[in-house]
């Protein structure tokens, strides 16, 4: 289970720090997405820290003990989304998880 | 440039059955795994199934496990799910997504589709 808060709300510029908790999540490589009204997810963040191609590097991941992170410096407008963490879990029935999301309101 | 055109979706009654289909154009769709992700109205991400590049190798999540299969086509470029016994629950939006990563742990979603309605209701 991955546990994300709801919502987080910064004002522009400010930078906005999401969390994603999971039992021992730092030994998982865990994954972020970008989700804005109306569009699909996009991949901002993979294998805890690496962007792929064409997210700015204003978006950056980290990943340790029990909680992982995705941080927004210089938050922008734009940057108004929903945000989820995925990992897998090998826990049980395989398979691939997302966390719950959260709600990023920029002021 | 990766495409990824799902189509199927539509309103079902309550114990039927659907199929929806995945074009997949841009990529060379026979070396990568693929999977259905689900957002119900309002809600988060749900992951569905995937299916390994090989077509041998499939996985579901346990709300859909012996309702739902995932097959592919590689000579079609074409991902499907075929969806039985349907439930009000699984009315979403139905994402197709193409994998990428090394390893199942390293495996991310790097490219989406728009998405196809399924509605289930009487």
């Known amino acids: 289970v991955l546990t994300q808060p709801p919502s987080v709300s910064v004002a522009p510029g400010q930078t906005a720090r999401l969390t994603c908790g999971g039992n021992?999540?730092?030994?998982?490589?865990v994954h972020w997405y970008q989700q804005r009204p109306g569009q699909p997810p996009v991949l901002v963040v993979f294998?805890?820290?690496d962007r792929p191609s064409g997210i700015p590097d204003r978006f950056s991941g980290s990943n340790s003990g029990n909680t992982a992170a995705l941080t927004i410096t210089g938050v922008e407008a734009g940057d108004e989304a929903d945000y989820y963490c995925?990992?897998?879990?090998?826990?049980?029935?395989?398979?691939?998880?997302f966390g719950g999301g959260t709600k990023l309101t920029v002021l | 440039e990766v495409q990824l055109l799902e189509s199927g979706g539509a309103l079902v009654q309550p114990g039927g059955s659907l199929r929806l289909s995945c074009a997949a154009s841009?990529?060379?769709?026979?070396?990568?795994?693929m999977s259905w992700v689900r957002q119900a109205p309002g809600k988060g991400l749900e992951w569905v199934s995937s299916?390994?590049?090989?077509?041998?190798?499939?996985f579901y999540a346990d709300s859909v496990k012996g309702r739902f299969t995932i097959f592919r086509d590689n000579s079609r470029n074409t991902l499907y799910l075929q969806m039985n016994s349907l439930r009000g629950e699984d009315t979403a939006l139905y994402y197709c997504?193409?994998?990428?990563?090394?390893?199942?742990?390293?495996?991310?979603?790097?490219?989406w589709g728009q998405g196809t309605l399924v509605t289930v209701s009487s």
């Open positions: 294998d805890d820290f």
């Open positions: 299916v390994n590049n090989d077509a041998v190798g499939k």
């Open positions: 997504a193409k994998f990428r990563g090394g390893t199942y742990r390293q495996y991310h979603f790097d490219y």
């Open positions: 995925q990992v897998w879990d090998d826990s049980g029935d395989p398979g691939w998880v």
């Open positions: 021992r999540i730092g030994s998982q490589s």
């Open positions: 841009g990529f060379t769709f026979s070396g990568f795994a």
